[in-house]
């Protein structure tokens, strides 16, 4: 099972800009479509960001303009920077399979890892 590793977050104030990393154990990283995924208190986990095999990518709404998701296949890492960061961006952000560069399912997604908390205040 692949095993996911996020870092990267931080406290930083409004305006300002974080790269988050999250690492992957396994063999089959590059045959997946992958995506950033955050959990703010009291709120439902969603798909921020994803990237398809091929390089393709999609955002939410809220952060179009402003987060870049990218890939390095041969490091087995993804990563996701966040410029112009806004407090409503708080949140743990997590790494997962983004099938069809959409939420994963429950059998589609691999075990979660612990996250990076992103905390956006003056």
């Known amino acids: 099972q692949v095993q996911l590793v996020e870092s990267g977050g931080g406290l930083v104030q409004p305006g300002g800009s974080l790269r988050l990393s999250c690492a992957a154990s396994?063999?089959?990283?590059?045959?997946?479509?992958l995506g950033w995924y955050r959990q703010a208190p009291g709120k439902q986990r969603e798909l921020v960001a994803a990237?398809?095999?091929?390089?393709?990518?999609t955002y939410v709404d809220s952060v179009k303009g402003r987060f870049t998701i990218s890939r390095d296949n041969a490091k087995n890492t993804v990563y996701l920077q966040m410029n112009s960061l806004k407090p409503e961006d708080t949140a743990v952000y997590y790494c997962?399979?983004?099938?069809?560069?959409?939420?994963?399912?429950?059998?589609?997604?691999?075990?979660w890892g612990q996250g990076t908390q992103v905390t956006v205040s003056s």
């Open positions: 997962n399979t983004a099938p069809s560069l959409k939420y994963c399912a429950a059998t589609m997604c691999w075990n």
């Open positions: 990237i398809s095999v091929s390089g393709r990518t």
């Open positions: 396994g063999s089959f990283f590059s045959i997946y479509g």
